[in-house]
C-alpha cells in the first residue's frame, strides 16, 4: 500500500499550504487517513485525522484553530490546510492509515506515506 504526501515547502510565516495526501482506493474506503509530523529532534507527533465517513475528524490540541482535514471521495485524496503558519510548523508531515479509533499514535498506523518537508520562514 503506497500512500503519497506531497505539498510542502519553504513558505512564510502567517500564510497557507494546504497538503495533499493520495491512497489506493482500497485504502482510502476503508481506513481512517491521519497526518502527523516530525520536526527535527523531535518525536513524530499526531496532528489531524479524518474517517472515511463524511464529518468524524479529530485534531490534536495543539493545531486546533489553525489546521483543517478534509477529504475527496472522488479523487481519493485527504487534504491538510494549515493557516497561519509558524515558525514551530516546522516539519516533515506524513500521511497514515488505520482504523478510526480514540487514540491516535505512531505505533497504531498501519500504512505510512513518504513524508512532505514543510519549513517555515520567520
Known amino acids: 500500500v503506497q500512500l503519497q504526501a506531497c505539498g510542502g515547502g519553504l513558505v512564510q510565516a502567517g500564510t497557507s499550504l494546504r497538503l495533499s495526501c493520495a491512497a489506493p482506493?482500497?485504502?482510502?474506503?476503508?481506513?481512517?487517513i491521519g497526518w502527523f509530523r516530525q520536526a527535527p529532534g523531535k518525536e513524530r507527533e499526531f496532528v489531524a485525522a479524518?474517517?472515511?465517513?463524511?464529518?468524524?475528524?479529530y485534531y490534536s490540541d495543539s493545531v486546533k484553530g489553525r489546521f483543517t482535514i478534509s477529504r475527496d471521495n472522488v479523487e481519493n485524496m485527504v487534504y491538510l490546510q494549515i493557516d497561519r503558519l509558524k515558525a514551530k510548523d516546522t516539519a516533515v508531515y506524513y500521511c497514515?492509515?488505520?482504523?478510526?479509533?480514540?487514540?491516535?499514535?505512531?505505533?497504531?498506523?498501519?500504512?505510512w506515506g513518504q513524508g512532505t518537508l514543510v519549513t517555515v520562514s520567520s
Open positions: 497514515a492509515a488505520a482504523a478510526w479509533g480514540r487514540t491516535w499514535n505512531s505505533e497504531r498506523m498501519r500504512y
Open positions: 482506493e482500497r485504502t482510502f474506503s476503508r481506513y481512517a
Open positions: 479524518i474517517n472515511w465517513r463524511p464529518g468524524m475528524t
